[in-house]
């Protein structure tokens, strides 16, 4: 069995609904993952916001114009009467649901429950446009079967169980429809795995039902090989490796959430990137046997912060290093690229919020220099610190201030930090030299 997950997008507008509908309507047996229409998350957490700060006029004004939306997009999906109203009156109860909780004493536990409607409403919709359509398909409630642990990563041993139980009461189909991003947590309340965690949802169902594949549809054909909306003339990339995609979506490419391909990687389970508005693209293949070297990809990772602490006590000492990451550990901040020399250690952090306790701890033996508003540039490819191409990257250096370079890290991947000022001539500078285009 195949697990096809669909963007905010695919699920936007009534034509991408149809769109969807066509591609998975092939007579494969499948699991479909849907996201909430796009703009949906982005303004439950608008409503969740103004209920925290107590802007309750605001937040219900944001529910009834988005119940608004709703219906019209509802009376054009749906023009079957009773299918309409009965997909109006779920609907319908889901805002009910969000008038109501402004009222009440805002809590994590209420924000998340709020963040999840997006999804139940898309998921019903849908699965009612199929049978509008006379397609037969099962909802299957994600909250059923998805849990994180208390670390809040998938708790496998539960989902698989779970889930092979949900297939089978759900009896015979070719399409099961569930919801991406929500799940409950270790304590049984709803949560969910983060802003765009629908990607996630798939790749942990594909390796909780070791699905042949997982296809992620969006509205672009694969990766880039640079980020399109700051580099012209950027190409999907074909092939990447799961550990190449693994390094892009965590140094920004925003096609994919970060974690996506980890749970399939270890049983090997192709991931392909492809797009619902051209659904004929080749897109992009993630597996186990991309091979091909030289840098394939660039990706920024912006807000991250630079922590310089120097010291005369780290001069042939040891222990050192040990000291400095204790701190970062106790407040649990990971740190991302890391150089050293004989008396300083400079390194990043993308998680500021600790940042004074933790400069106040390291003060205590080092002076300490920050920079803020840096981006990490990271560029991505098999084997590419010994690929004979590399050397084109150091062009960079006659063109902007690199604050950092990680290199040999891993042979995947190479790291340089600049002041994000300068991220877009970074990005457009390495694309000509790497890429070679003629735009340098
Ligand atoms: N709807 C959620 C979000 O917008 C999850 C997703 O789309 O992947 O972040």
């Excluded at 909306?229 to 999907?236: A, D, M, S």
């Excluded at 979506?249 to 749970?263: D, E, R």
């Excluded at 970062?328 to 020399?341: G, K, L, N, R, V």
């Excluded at 084109?392 to 042979?411: A, N, P």
Aim: contains cysteine; glycine residues 6%.
């Amino acid at each position: 069995m195949k697990v096809l997950k669909f963007g905010g997008t695919s699920v936007g507008s009534v034509e991408n609904m149809a769109n969807v509908k066509q591609i998975i309507n092939n007579g494969e047996k499948k699991i479909v993952v849907l996201s909430a229409m796009s703009g949906t998350t982005n303004s439950l957490v608008d409503i969740a916001n103004n209920i925290k700060t107590s802007h309750l006029e605001n937040a219900l004004k944001i529910i009834n114009t988005l119940q608004e939306k709703y219906a019209v997009v509802i009376d054009a999906l749906l023009q079957n009467e009773s299918l309409n109203s009965a997909t109006k009156n779920y609907i319908f109860e889901r805002f009910n649901f969000l008038r109501s909780s402004v009222d009440k004493t805002f809590s994590q536990l209420f924000e998340n429950e709020i963040l999840a409607q997006g999804e139940l409403m898309s998921t019903f919709m849908f699965n009612a446009y199929l049978e509008a359509q006379g397609i037969s398909s099962v909802l299957l409630p994600a909250l059923d079967f998805m849990r994180i642990d208390e670390n809040k990563e998938p708790a496998f041993e539960y989902i698989t169980q779970h889930i092979d139980k949900v297939l089978n009461e759900a009896g015979e189909a070719d399409i099961y429809i569930t919801q991406g991003f929500i799940c409950l947590d270790n304590n049984g309340k709803v949560s969910n795995l983060q802003r765009g965690g629908s990607d996630y949802t798939a790749t942990i169902i594909g390796a909780a039902i070791k699905a042949e594949e997982v296809q992620i549809w969006t509205d672009i054909d694969g990766m880039h090989n640079n980020d399109p909306r700051f580099v012209e003339g950027t190409k999907p990339i074909s092939d990447l490796s799961f550990d190449e995609a693994a390094e892009l979506a965590y140094f920004g490419a925003k096609i994919l959430h970060p974690q996506t391909v980890l749970p399939v990687r270890a049983d090997g389970i192709p991931v392909r990137l492809k797009n619902t508005m051209d659904p004929d693209a080749k897109g992009t293949s993630i597996t186990s046997s991309s091979f091909e070297t030289g840098i394939k990809a660039i990706a920024a990772k912006d807000k991250i912060t630079a922590i310089k602490i120097k010291s005369g006590r780290m001069l042939q000492a040891h222990g050192f290093l040990k000291k400095v990451f204790e701190i970062f550990e106790t407040y649990e901040t990971s740190i991302d690229m890391i150089t050293t020399s004989e008396v300083a250690v400079s390194l990043t952090i993308d998680d500021a919020r600790n940042l004074d306790k933790i400069v106040s701890e390291l003060e205590e033996f080092a002076s300490i220099e920050i920079d803020q508003n840096q981006s990490i540039i990271c560029l991505v490819g098999h084997s590419i610190v010994n690929h004979e191409g590399t050397h084109k990257l150091f062009q960079i250096l006659k063109d902007v201030k690199i604050r950092m370079i990680s290199y040999g890290g891993s042979s995947n991947n190479i790291s340089l930090l600049v002041d994000t000022e300068n991220k877009i001539t970074t990005l457009q500078k390495l694309n000509a030299y790497l890429f070679e285009l003629a735009t340098a």
